[in-house]
């Protein structure tokens, strides 16, 4: 595993006017990820993140508009074709499933949580969790019996505006289509070859490497693991769940998303106290068994900088496909595990 994680340690030198242009030295990380073809900068500066970077106010002014609210959303938001549900909408517990009015792929939906506009990440229960992610199953499902020939499948989030979160009121997006995209793509094809090459799974080998080192790892909870990841895909780092021997959605069974449900919640819970109020998280999942590729999720955390609000993605991500990260992989599993310790106490190192 260790041929896949690639650390080279470079130097910069300046002459620093805040100790009279005395000459100093900074040293920074480059990490590459050979078998998804990461890379990422990590910086050594000291990090501190801000405290929320939307007030109340403005989440209430939101509100007021808000077509996911339970005054509007009958109304504001379109409904599916009979031939996927003669309802229009698909309900599950608190969630709602409807059509996503501008549609990313031949099906896709969203989720509405519920009916509340705004939850605070340290709020998101599991069973509140677990009701949309079963609702997104449900959809899945139907849409499989529509079209034969739908093959891959994604359910993302994007929470608040830093992440690209339009709305406030929490909503998933889920993506069915024919073919994977770009990354899951990827992905499957480097676990066919690991697989080829080395005549093991690339993701059990990775949970063991994980485990057996304990920089990254965090914690399993029935068959979802989470760690961070080595090469992250983000300025504050990468959390990557993977749903242990699990090579299809038809394989994630109600335990198992109660269980990921059960560690997201606890992810969120950690966000929340590092004062991170925004991520994005893509889950990837074959609709038929791919013994190679196992379901996963990636969960990344995002933020505006202060004092102008800048954002966490520059030329470096957008330009040359590099990312620019200013806490190791090693420190935020550090921060999570601190807090961790803190709240969920149930969900334990070993899963029991």
Partial sequence: MEL???????????????????????????RTDSFTGSKARVLAHRWRLPKGSLDSF?????????????????????????SITPSGRIRHGQATVLPNAFPYSQYSGVVVFSDDHHIPLNLF?????????????VYIKRVQEVDGSVAYTSINW?????????????????VVDKKP????????????????SRGSNYWYDLIRFEQQRAERYLFYCGKAVFLTSFCPRGMLGEVLSIFNETTSLQDVTQDRWMCFAKGLSKILFC??????????????????????????????????LP???????????????????IISPE???????????????KITKDGR
């Fill in 4 to 30: 896949f994680f690639k650390k080279e340690i470079h130097e910069a030198r300046f002459l620093d006017p805040n100790d009279e242009f005395q000459e100093k030295l900074v040293r920074f990380e480059v």
């Fill in 58 to 82: 403005s989440i209430s002014k939101s509100k007021e508009k808000c077509p996911f609210c339970p005054e509007r959303v009958n109304l504001s938001t379109p409904k599916f074709s009979p």
């Fill in 125 to 137: 229960t599991p069973e509140i969790l677990f009701n949309a992610l079963i609702a997104s199953t």
């Fill in 158 to 174: 994007n929470y608040m505006p830093p992440a690209g979160g339009g709305i406030i009121h929490p909503h998933l997006q889920i």
């Fill in 181 to 196: 995209t770009n990354l899951h793509g990827k992905l499957i094809k480097a676990s066919l070859d690991y697989e080829k």
């Fill in 271 to 304: 966000f929340h106290h590092l004062h991170v109020d925004s991520f994005n998280m893509t889950l990837f999942a074959s609709l038929e068994k791919d013994e190679e590729f196992w379901v996963q999720a990636r969960i990344i955390p995002r933020v505006s």
């Fill in 307 to 325: 004092p102008l609000g800048t954002s966490d993605v520059n030329y470096f991500e957008k330009g040359h496909d590099e990312v620019i990260t």
């Fill in 331 to 345: 420190d935020l599993a550090g921060e999570i595990n601190a807090f961790a310790e803190q709240k969920h106490n």
